[in-house]
């Protein structure tokens, strides 16, 4: 838990963490409100291929209606994200394990975007950071 709230108060570099936390969906999403840090949650439970993916995204965070569903589409919504600014986000994504064994080339393309986003935002001075929970 310790190691969570460093990632969400800043104290720790923007990465990519393979991190196991116990923490229910609503006590992470009442910590990073509590620290000014937007929270993108990802159930991965039911997510065995890219469109499963964009779907979960798609509703868990409110992306705009003209996402196009494709792996470009979702580089770009990462590096806008006009339609929640923030001072800091984090990308939680839980039982990330699905998608990694059941589509793994879509999974590297994922793991790619999502550390170009981190790129991305460390130039703008903002924090993006990533947790792949089991």
Request: proline residues 4%.
């Amino acid at each position: 838990m310790n190691q969570l709230l460093e990632i969400i108060t800043r104290k720790k570099p923007e990465k990519i963490y393979h991190l196991s936390v116990d923490i229910s969906e609503e006590n992470l999403v009442n910590l990073c409100q509590e620290n000014d840090c937007k929270l993108f949650y990802i159930e991965g439970k039911n997510i065995k291929n890219k469109q499963d993916f964009f779907q979960a995204c798609f509703s868990s965070l409110n992306l705009p209606d003209y996402f196009g569903n494709n792996w470009d589409a979702w580089e770009e919504s990462l590096t806008d994200l006009s339609w929640c600014p923030a001072n800091s986000y984090l990308f939680y994504y839980h039982n990330s394990p699905y998608f990694a064994t059941n589509s793994p080339q879509d999974w590297g393309i994922l793991l790619n975007i999502l550390q170009e986003a981190i790129a991305y935002w460390q130039k703008q001075n903002i924090s993006f950071s990533v947790i792949l929970s089991p």
